[in-house]
């Protein structure tokens, strides 16, 4: 399936499917976190998908708000101007944009930059969140959400566990390292933001489950197929190997919760951190001192 055919198709289910399950639980603690400006402000979406973070903000403050959107995706660009409606060129800007290698805005622009769901696509995320608080104005909020460490969890220890019985041994390891470079966990996150030079750092966590009838039912949902699927499957570059070791997961899946719903752990993050004011400089006898204002 080409690129476009699988956006397209991720773009038909993202809004019914992915969204109400996955995307808004996430973007739900950004909406908690969210410390607007007292009057005007501009804000940055950054990955905006479809919409819905932004839509949710400008209908809850419609004065005074004014939010940039970008997204690398025309198609769910497409979907959220059609979302947000009379809004969309009104109060929310839409701008087609790959954030992957940074940001094509000025410095310190706006008074929130939030990123739901795309920060561990970017390749150091750090420099992700350096970038966006260098759009970012001195005291303006930064959030970004992801799932940490404990996400999938079940999902992995059968992985484990269908891998051990057959010796598979290395593929085991790539299990392993896949599990730790992306899903880290929370003191790793707050130590990106820390380097980033945010101040003031919370973070939000929130666990939930996904629940699936069958394993087939895991399998084929989008959640799954359009998420972390193809990466699982490229720990086994054998095909008939990979054949053989996910027929073994849906075996004990359906196995294992024969009579009830298969549970998978979720365990999602909010980080709120704050630029810190532009720095000073005091001079003490013949001695400079670079101090940053509190």
Partial sequence: MSLYKRQEKLSSVYEKEIEPVWSDKFGNLI??????????????????????????IIKKHPDGIRIIAIDPSSLFLNLARKRVGSFSGSKIFFRTEDPMNGLSFADEVYDVTFCNLAITEFKDPTLSISE???VTKPNGQVLFTLPLRGTWMEIFDIFREVLTKIDEYDILGRVDTYEKENFPEADEVKVWAENAG???????????????????????????????????KKFIPDRVL?????????????????????????EAACISGFKPEEEEIFL???????????
């Fill in 31 to 56: 909406l908690r976190k969210l410390q607007l400006p007292s009057s005007k402000g501009m804000l940055l979406d950054v990955a905006c998908r479809a919409g819905q973070l932004s839509y949710e």
């Fill in 132 to 134: 966006f608080s260098r």
């Fill in 198 to 232: 945010l101040q003031n750092i919370t973070i939000e966590t929130e666990r939930f489950e996904l629940l699936f009838k069958s394993a087939r039912e895991f399998f084929y949902s989008p959640v799954v197929e359009f998420g972390p699927l193809d990466d699982w």
């Fill in 242 to 266: 990979l054949k053989k070791v996910f027929k073994d997961i849906e075996n004990s899946i359906d196995t294992l919760f024969k009579g009830m719903v298969f549970p998978v752990t979720v």
């Fill in 284 to 294: 003490d006898d013949d001695d400079i001192e670079i101090t940053v204002e509190e």
